[in-house]
């Protein structure tokens, strides 16, 4: 199974640390070539503003939206979640999404950077022991549209990871906790829709 982590930016090496460990052939995924060899699609943290302008300028954004349309299985987290939401409540002017989940979002919902904080999340789908979560600058999902399924929330409702068919995101970073059910939870997404093409 190849999974492609979009490189553009951001912790694509801890993504990559995380589905290699779990027995996935890792792609980075900085052109179109790329994109086109992978079985699923992992977007990481970072700066969405930043991702969105450098997807443009390599020619990724047209692309990654056909592949989100065709059903590529593709995870995000924080920036990542951003890119893949239909709606961005607050994107810095003229920012653009990738799109593909019935969701809007509010980047830097809990404030600046010295205001990131963890806490303990329940995450039904991937068993009862709770998801240690990490949020950084991170956004939050204002409203989950019918086409979207909420998958945690945190005590005060507000939710923080999503998906939708083929396309998972989540507010928080699993890939820096040593936390890998999320990715395992996507590597399953990926292989059913191998099977399934
Ligand atoms: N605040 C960042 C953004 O708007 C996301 C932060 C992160 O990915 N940790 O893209």
Redesign the pocket.
């Known amino acids: 199974m190849t999974v492609g982590v979009l490189a553009l930016q ?1 912790d694509f090496r801890e993504h990559a640390q995380v589905l290699r460990t779990l027995g996935a052939d890792v792609v980075l995924v900085r052109r179109p070539e790329e994109l086109a060899r992978v079985d699923g699609l992992v977007i ?6 930043v ?1 969105d302008k450098l997807a443009r300028a390599f020619g990724l954004a047209d692309p990654l939206r056909a592949a989100v349309r065709e059903g590529l299985p593709v995870y995000g ?4 979640l ?1 890119m893949l939401a239909d709606t961005v409540v607050d994107g810095i002017r003229g920012q653009e999404s990738i799109g593909g989940l019935d969701i809007s979002v509010r ?2 919902a809990f404030g600046s950077q010295t205001q990131s904080f963890e806490t303990d999340l329940d995450v039904p789908v991937l068993g009862e022991a709770p998801v240690h979560a990490v949020f ?4 939050v999902v204002d409203t989950v549209g019918p086409r979207a399924t909420a998958l945690a929330r945190l005590a005060d409702g507000r939710c923080v990871a999503v998906e939708q068919g083929r396309l998972l995101g989540t507010s928080f ?1 699993p890939e820096i906790t040593g936390e890998h059910r999320f990715h395992e939870y996507f590597l399953g997404t990926v292989s059913a829709a191998r099977f399934l093409g």
């Open positions: 951001g990481p943290g970072g700066e969405s503003s991702m987290t924080c920036a990542g951003i980047r830097n950084i600058r991170a956004p970073h």
